[in-house]
């Protein structure tokens, strides 16, 4: 019984509330679209054929968003001024090629998807080097696996092998 008026009087709330909830949502302001991870609004992916201007106003911008975060960890990085040059010039090469192959793909006036994956495969490839030389082995995490005890778990008493 008790287990039927919770649901009479859930039943009886919601059926208020839900055309208050609708009524004052017409007048309330539409979000702003949000960027998502590639630097365009959610929803709105670049399509295939694309416009030569607009597809390298999309490689700038990805490329100012690189820089702009390199930058932020040179200056907190504890590296020499020389270093930190190195690694800017470093960074400098890379994205000329990534620009290069940008040009080139959108020499015709119109960047086709197959282009635009050459493109990204000269930037993978980019990623790749600049890992290579920080001492990572080209992929995402350690490269050691789980088998070689490190953390916490390596820490709690020696090894016994």
């Avoid at 000329?96 to 793909?105: H, L, T």
Wanted: no cysteine; charged share 40%.
């Amino acid at each position: 019984m008790t287990r039927f008026i919770r649901t009479a009087a859930f039943v009886a709330i919601a059926s208020l509330a839900l055309p208050a909830v609708a009524f004052a949502a017409d007048d309330a302001p539409a979000p702003a679209a949000r960027e998502g991870r590639r630097g365009h609004a959610k929803g709105e992916r670049p399509s295939f054929p694309m416009e030569a201007s607009k597809f390298m106003e999309h490689i700038d911008k990805r490329i100012e968003h690189v820089n702009s975060r390199v930058e932020k960890r040179l200056e907190k990085a504890n590296m020499t001024d020389a270093q930190k040059a190195e690694v800017r010039a470093k960074l400098a090469t890379a994205t000329g090629k990534v620009r290069a192959a940008a040009q080139k793909a959108a020499a015709d006036g119109t960047v086709t998807k197959d282009e635009a994956k050459e493109v990204r495969a000269v930037a993978k490839e980019m990623r790749q080097d600049a890992r290579k030389d920080r001492g990572k082995n080209g992929k995402r995490g350690k490269g050691e696996g789980k088998g070689k005890r490190k953390g916490k778990r390596g820490k709690r008493g020696p090894d016994k092998d």
